[in-house]
């Protein structure tokens, strides 16, 4: 089911120069809201979209799942408890964002009779990243025990963007999860030590050792991994390199290059009910 990717377009990573690179470069490499030029107009349509959404659909929002502020889970049920749920995990770099800001999302798969549910998580500086991996398990924990009482009892398809296609990779294996769609994730963390994103990070030795997926054995359930055309070459040959280790280990899953599609764009593939993505997180469950 691993698709060949002898043919997909790789572009020159900057990270095989790393130690030529200042400060300010290395940090670039990874700044996705410097690389999008029109970042701003794109966040502030997703999150007025989502505030929208989340004040006129049927929901039980502010679920909490776990003791810290950020452990609350929405979920946005379907007609059907025994419907496929989507749970989807927000970006940020570990440091930025809520559920809230992503509840557009539930309206590409809930046009197709699923669930969704958004788990938020606790940020750094506050808590580690060892922290906040830790938490997503215990989301899902929480749905598997109480998920029927709010008519969500179906497949769980584990999704996530950016941070949250990390966290995705890091979850795989829960039995709650039945497929994973990774979409724009960063897999190995070793690089992001060297950029302005680890003023709140700190990340350790031991957090890379153990915390990127790229470093980690292989989850033998399906994993879809997809990224857009236009996103920068870190955050492509990380999806490149996941997917192709993954192959090696005879894993199934596709490799999804949305073409066309930068970092923040390729949410819309998700949202809209024909979107590539949409149809992917569906064939999950074939």
């Not at 070793?190 to 957090?207: F, M, S, V």
């Not at 980690?216 to 920068?232: C, H, M, S, W």
């Not at 596709?254 to 930068?262: C, E, F, M, S, T």
Request: aromatic share 6%.
């Amino acid at each position: 089911m691993a698709n060949d990717t002898s043919s997909i377009h790789r572009p020159f990573d900057p990270r095989s120069k790393w130690a030529e690179l200042s400060p300010a470069e290395r940090s670039a490499a990874y700044d996705n809201n410097a690389a999008v030029k029109n970042s701003p107009a794109l966040i502030a349509e997703r999150n007025e979209a989502s505030a929208r959404l989340r004040s006129t659909r049927k929901s039980h929002l502010d679920l909490p799942y776990g003791p810290r502020a950020n452990n609350k889970i929405d979920l946005y049920p379907a007609a059907k408890p025994d419907a496929p749920c989507l749970v989807f995990i927000h970006g940020g770099y570990w440091q930025r964002n809520s559920r809230e800001l992503f509840a557009m999302l539930v309206e590409g798969v809930a046009a197709h009779g699923w669930s969704v549910a958004l788990p938020g998580y606790s940020l750094a500086p506050e808590v580690s990243l060892t922290d906040i991996v830790a938490e997503i398990p215990r989301a899902l924990d929480w749905l598997a025990a109480h998920g029927a009482d709010y008519g969500v009892t179906g497949p769980v398809v584990l999704s996530g963007w950016s941070a949250g296609a990390h966290l995705v990779a890091m979850t795989l294996d829960h039995p709650r999860v039945h497929a994973g769609l990774a979409i724009s994730g960063v897999y190995e963390l070793a690089p992001i030590r060297d950029t302005g994103l680890n003023t709140a990070l700190k990340l350790t030795d031991a957090e890379i050792a153990t915390l990127s997926p790229l470093r980690l054995p292989v989850t033998q359930k399906r994993l879809d991994i997809a990224y857009g055309t236009n996103e920068l070459p870190a955050l492509v040959c990380d999806s490149i390199a996941l997917h192709d280790k993954r192959v090696a280990a005879n894993a199934p899953g596709k490799l999804i290059p949305v073409d066309g599609a930068d970092h923040f764009t390729i949410l819309e593939t998700l949202r809209r009910p024909d979107g590539v993505l949409v149809e992917a997180a569906r064939r999950l469950l074939d």
